[in-house]
C-alpha cells in the first residue's frame, strides 16, 4: 500500500454516491500549496472525513492506495480538527468470501461427491490475499495519521 500527504486545499469533490458510512467520489481535486494540481479519481472515503472533503477546505489530506482502493483517510484542518477513517468494508468482504468458501469446500467434500472445487480455491487464495493486502493498508494508514499528530497548521 502506498500513503502519501497533501497539504493545500480541496478545489473540487464530484460525489457519485454515499451509502453504508461510505462515500465514493467521481473525482476530488487538490490544489497543494506548492506545486500543480492533484486529481484522485473513484476515492472511497468513509463518511466522516468525507465531510470535510468540500471545495475551499484546506488543511493536510491523507491519502492511500490500496488492493485496488484509493482514497482519503485523514484530514487535519488548518483549524486544528483532526478527522480519520480507513474505508475497510472491503476487509470484511474479503473475510466473508473466505468463510463461503470455506463452507462450500466443506459442503463439497462430506455432503455431495468428495472433491475439492478448484474455484473454491483459487477464491479462498483471493480471499486471504485481499483480506492481508486490506488490514495491511489500513495499519499503514493508522500508523501514517497517528506518526503526524504533532502536525500544526501554518499560521
Do not use: C
Not at 486471504?128 to 493498508?137: D, E, L, Q, R
Amino acid at each position: 500500500m502506498t500513503t502519501s500527504i497533501i497539504d493545500g486545499r480541496v478545489e473540487a469533490a464530484d460525489l457519485k454516491r454515499a451509502k453504508g458510512g461510505l462515500t465514493i467520489f467521481r473525482s476530488i481535486t487538490f490544489q497543494p500549496d506548492t506545486g500543480p494540481t492533484r486529481t484522485i479519481k473513484n476515492a472511497v472515503v468513509k463518511d466522516n472525513v468525507a465531510s470535510e472533503l468540500v471545495p475551499g477546505a484546506a488543511g493536510r489530506f491523507y491519502l492511500y492506495n490500496a488492493f485496488d482502493l484509493k482514497g482519503v483517510h485523514g484530514v487535519r484542518t488548518r483549524d486544528g480538527r483532526s478527522i480519520y477513517g480507513f474505508a475497510a468494508n472491503n476487509k470484511k468482504l474479503f473475510l466473508i468470501l473466505g468463510i463461503v468458501n470455506i463452507a462450500w469446500i466443506a459442503l463439497r467434500v462430506f455432503v455431495i461427491d468428495g472433491q475439492v472445487p478448484l474455484l473454491a480455491i483459487l477464491l479462498m487464495i483471493l480471499a486471504v490475499a485481499g483480506f492481508i493486502f486490506m488490514s495491511k493498508g489500513e495499519n499503514e494508514a493508522k500508523a501514517q495519521f497517528d506518526g503526524d499528530a504533532g502536525y500544526a497548521p501554518p499560521a
